[in-house]
């Protein structure tokens, strides 16, 4: 009776024990919930946006999860995988973004250390009057590119980076700007390639509220080019290598390349020609002249006469005086 009795107390205490245990656990974890209840929005948004697939740089304030200028980013592209995002900051209003998806943390990490020094640079050529917080988005496959910059087709493989915004009024800000790089961005581009890039994609963001569509494009993708090799010690067969093989055969341009010259087979040596117009104005003429020109230019389509009226208006030359200088100034070029 003794054996039993024993027995009985313990199973006694021990159930004591665990109805203190429970009670005790019960409390505690009331009081934690509790707790994170109180905490202000300030420590627990970050904890809401480090989910799964989602990484956030620290920066001076932190970006509010319902950020407008990623609505229709996310809906097109959280169907195509988890989105890694970087913010960076690059002097604007807000943070400047990078957006890719996991198999793309390589190209969101270049461009993402890149971003500042590039709206940096563009910033010193075109000036302040831009927003200087670019978001950049890396896509992951051919359709989520050519949805981001609503083409209504997949986009050609060379394409490897394009800029759309919303329609605007020439001369008011532009909204829904975004620069997008292509699948095979990474994979075609060495990092240098990549930053030079950034910075021609971040200038036609930078220069869009003073373009007009149907500006010449010798103009338009000549000026981006120089921007994203401005100050870059790169030579001159480096940046424009098939115009160089061109020029050491003796072969010169003619004239300025036209629009249809920029699509196509020939579409490389048309951005270099378009480069190398703009980069001999800024060497013959300064770069504020070659800023004041854009400005004069891209307010819509141009003929030889009004190119020519707004050369002698801002530079004091005419057309038929620029060409040969031109080509004067390309044929000592190559190294």
């Given at each position: 009776?003794?054996?039993?009795?024993?027995?009985r107390?313990?199973?006694?205490?021990r159930r004591r024990f665990?109805?203190?245990?429970t009670?005790?656990?019960?409390v505690?974890?009331?009081g934690?919930?509790?707790?994170l209840?109180?905490l202000?929005?300030?420590?627990?948004?970050?904890l809401?946006?480090?989910r799964?697939?989602?990484?956030?740089?620290?920066?001076?304030?932190?970006?509010?999860?319902a950020d407008?200028?990623?609505?229709?980013?996310?809906?097109?592209?959280?169907?195509?995988?988890?989105?890694?995002?970087?913010?960076?900051a690059?002097?604007?209003?807000?943070?400047?973004?990078?957006i890719?998806h996991?198999?793309q943390?390589?190209?969101?990490?270049?461009?993402?250390?890149?971003?500042a020094?590039?709206?940096?640079?563009?910033?010193?050529?075109w000036?302040?009057?831009?927003?200087?917080?670019?978001?950049?988005v890396?896509?992951?496959a051919?359709?989520?590119?050519?949805?981001?910059?609503?083409?209504?087709?997949?986009?050609?493989?060379?394409?490897?980076?394009a800029t759309?915004?919303?329609?605007f009024?020439?001369?008011?800000?532009?909204?829904?700007?975004?620069?997008?790089?292509?699948?095979?961005a990474?994979?075609?581009?060495?990092?240098?390639?990549?930053?030079?890039?950034?910075?021609?994609?971040?200038t036609?963001?930078?220069?869009?509220?003073?373009?007009?569509?149907?500006?010449?494009?010798?103009?338009l993708?000549?000026?981006a080019?120089?921007?994203?090799?401005?100050?870059?010690?790169?030579?001159?067969?480096?940046?424009?290598?098939?115009?160089?093989t061109?020029?050491?055969?003796?072969?010169?341009?003619?004239?300025?390349?036209?629009d249809?010259?920029f699509?196509?087979?020939?579409?490389?040596?048309?951005?270099?020609?378009?480069?190398?117009?703009?980069?001999?104005?800024?060497?013959?003429?300064?770069?504020?002249?070659?800023?004041?020109?854009?400005?004069?230019?891209?307010?819509?389509?141009?003929?030889?006469?009004?190119?020519?009226a707004?050369?002698?208006?801002v530079?004091?030359?005419s057309?038929t005086?620029?060409?040969?200088?031109?080509?004067?100034?390309?044929?000592?070029?190559?190294?």
């Amino acid at each position: 009776m003794n054996g039993v009795r024993r027995v009985r107390n313990w199973l006694s205490e021990r159930r004591r024990f665990e109805f203190c245990l429970t009670t005790v656990m019960v409390v505690l974890l009331t009081g934690t919930c509790a707790a994170l209840l109180l905490l202000p929005d300030s420590v627990m948004a970050p904890l809401r946006a480090a989910r799964p697939g989602s990484t956030t740089a620290p920066v001076a304030g932190q970006l509010p999860l319902a950020d407008a200028r990623l609505t229709e980013i996310r809906r097109i592209a959280e169907p195509f995988g988890p989105l890694v995002t970087r913010q960076v900051a690059t002097g604007g209003t807000q943070p400047a973004l990078v957006i890719g998806h996991p198999r793309q943390q390589r190209e969101v990490d270049i461009l993402a250390d890149e971003l500042a020094a590039a709206t940096t640079a563009v910033t010193d050529l075109w000036g302040q009057d831009w927003s200087r917080a670019a978001v950049v988005v890396v896509s992951t496959a051919p359709a989520e590119f050519a949805a981001l910059v609503r083409a209504s087709t997949d986009l050609p493989g060379e394409i490897a980076a394009a800029t759309v915004s919303d329609p605007f009024t020439p001369g008011a800000e532009p909204t829904g700007q975004r620069v997008v790089f292509g699948p095979d961005a990474g994979r075609r581009l060495d990092p240098e390639g990549m930053r030079a890039l950034l910075r021609h994609e971040l200038t036609h963001v930078a220069t869009r509220a003073s373009t007009v569509d149907g500006s010449p494009q010798w103009l338009l993708e000549g000026f981006a080019e120089y921007a994203a090799h401005r100050g870059r010690d790169r030579s001159f067969t480096d940046i424009a290598p098939t115009l160089a093989t061109k020029l050491a055969t003796g072969t010169v341009p003619a004239d300025l390349p036209a629009d249809t010259e920029f699509t196509g087979a020939d579409a490389a040596t048309a951005y270099e020609l378009a480069w190398s117009i703009c980069a001999y104005l800024a060497d013959t003429y300064n770069d504020d002249h070659l800023v004041a020109l854009y400005r004069r230019l891209a307010s819509g389509p141009q003929s030889p006469a009004t190119e020519d009226a707004a050369l002698r208006e801002v530079l004091g030359t005419s057309r038929t005086d620029l060409i040969p200088a031109w080509q004067s100034w390309l044929r000592v070029r190559p190294a």
